[in-house]
């Protein structure tokens, strides 16, 4: 949902039940994919406090709702509570440049995770490759631009199914590795 | 070693495939866009049942709290300790302190310790009756009370405590809604417990409550008169009415207040009138 308005309380009071249970549901599904593991954190608690953050604060013209409260809010107001509850990183490597990992850490790490990372993607998909490509030859590049560059670049509906795959691959890993 | 060093490599690729969603989530803004019922399935795949989210609404949210579907909760006495020997009291203190931080199962392995140190003990068997109700065994919890009021019989606090916690205890079973609860039963419990022990200052505002519930509006009244004494009073009747407030089946709690004098109400919505206010309108409904 794309705003013409600025305020998130006049956006969110003039929802209706239909459109709220949407907005809800999504933020929801944002929660689990980025926090679900996280037992430190409650989904309704965080749900709500990013309301509650929202409701008193403005967005850029034509900048979608969900993509607002999840990208923008959520995110900033879950990284304050877990710094503030053990000043502990989010993700292992999240928003961690290339350069960040190699001047950490050993280079020798890195290049085995590259090359794990190659593995399990494997050569049977052209795109997810593609990816998985880029982001290691420079994690901070937009994929987007990078995916336009491309001739012919690629529609959006082909990198959503690719999405797809990559969290249908990404939960089958997480099981297997939880059963050793 | 060399098995641990290859877990790791795998995690941290791992992460680093999790990384890359959340890029193309966030580029190609997915989670906006992708159909409803799809983002609706990976909910239930991830074990979440869309339903649970869809019920909370935007009132709740903004209201700062969500209705609560356990209809128990605990009001932890500050009331002195004085003649307990030193261990026991020293546990009665955790307990407290672990019943306030709603840490129940460890409060329960602290009040098993003071039954075991001292069996005879009524404020430990009491906590642990309380327990019973807040991890929703409540038929154990009022058996437990009613044991109470004969094993100590001739112990007025015990006594009054156990018919607290029995009148508790039915409102629980009833998810504190009127409708399922015998309330005239409920406010002569809270009223028995009353006076045997007039300190009670929680006794007190469920015993208010319950007597507004039952359409008692003159006894309510004379009650809010003869309560405004009591030390603790108004800390009481603001917990009990914010704990009900949260609650899905409770009484509406805000026609209940409709009824409290001015003064009362204003005091309650932390707007106190001055003093000269307070008193006139103390005797004007």
């Known amino acids: 949902m794309k705003t013409s308005t600025s305020s998130i309380k006049t956006t ?3 929802l209706s039940d239909e459109e709220w249970r949407e907005i809800i549901t999504r933020m929801g599904y944002f929660y689990m994919s980025r926090y679900g593991w996280d037992r430190r954190l409650e989904m309704e608690d965080v749900i709500q406090a990013t309301i509650l953050a929202a409701y008193s604060r403005t967005m850029p013209e034509g900048m979608d709702l969900v993509t ?3 990208w923008t809010v959520m995110r900033s107001h879950t990284s304050h509570i877990l710094k503030r509850m053990n000043k502990c990183r989010i993700d292992p490597i999240e928003e961690c440049s290339e350069s960040e990992l190699i001047t950490k850490k050993d280079l020798h790490k890195y290049d085995q995770v590259c090359a794990e990372l190659r593995d399990l993607i494997g050569d049977d998909d052209p795109l997810l490759r593609i990816l998985v490509e880029y982001r290691i030859r420079d994690p901070d590049a937009k994929l987007c631009d990078m995916l336009s560059s491309l001739t012919p670049p690629i529609p959006k509906h082909e990198v959503v199914n690719a999405y797809r ?4 691959l990404i939960i089958k890993l997480k099981r297997k590795s939880d059963n050793g | 070693m060399v ?12 992460s680093e495939l999790e990384q890359l969603a959340i890029s193309l989530d966030r580029e190609f803004e997915i989670t906006s866009t992708m159909p409803i019922e799809e983002i609706e399935h990976e909910l239930r795949e991830m074990g979440v049942d869309p339903r649970r989210l869809q019920s909370l609404s935007l009132d709740q949210m903004l209201s700062g709290k969500r209705l609560s579907k356990n209809a128990a909760y605990v009001y932890v006495s500050d009331e002195l300790l004085q003649d307990e020997p030193i261990k026991v009291k020293e546990l009665i203190l955790q307990l407290r302190y672990l019943g306030r931080q709603h840490r129940y ?3 329960m392995r602290v009040t098993e310790q003071a039954i075991s140190i001292a069996p005879n003990y009524w ?4 906590s642990y009756a309380s327990l019973c109700l807040l991890m929703g065994d409540l038929d154990k ?7 109470l009021l004969e094993e100590f019989s001739d112990n007025p606090k015990a006594v009054a405590a156990g018919l607290h916690g029995c009148a508790c205890a039915k409102e629980f079973k009833g998810k504190l809604n009127p409708e399922e609860i015998n309330v005239l039963e409920v406010s002569r419990l809270y009223e028995q417990a009353l006076e045997l022990d007039d300190s009670r200052a929680n006794t007190r505002a469920c015993l208010l409550i319950n007597t507004v519930l039952s359409g008692e509006v003159n006894k309510s009244r004379k009650l809010i008169e003869e309560s405004r004494q009591y030390e603790g009073f108004f800390e009481a009747l603001s917990f009990e009415l914010a704990e009900r407030t949260a609650r899905e ?3 509406n709690i805000y026609k209940v207040v409709q009824v409290f004098p001015i003064w009362l109400r204003n005091l309650l919505d932390g707007s106190g009138p001055e003093l000269s206010r307070f008193e006139s309108t103390s005797i004007a409904y």
Do not use: V
């Open chain 1, 12 to 14: 969110l009071d003039s």
């Open chain 2, 3 to 14: 098995k641990n060093r290859a877990q790791e490599i795998r995690q941290l690729a791992i």
């Open chain 2, 249 to 251: 089946y409770a009484a």
């Open chain 1, 165 to 168: 795959r990559l969290k249908t």
């Open chain 2, 105 to 107: 199962e460890e409060a």
């Open chain 2, 123 to 126: 404020r430990a068997k009491n």
């Open chain 1, 68 to 70: 607002f409260l999840c």
């Open chain 2, 141 to 147: 919890g009022e058996e437990i009370y009613l044991r």
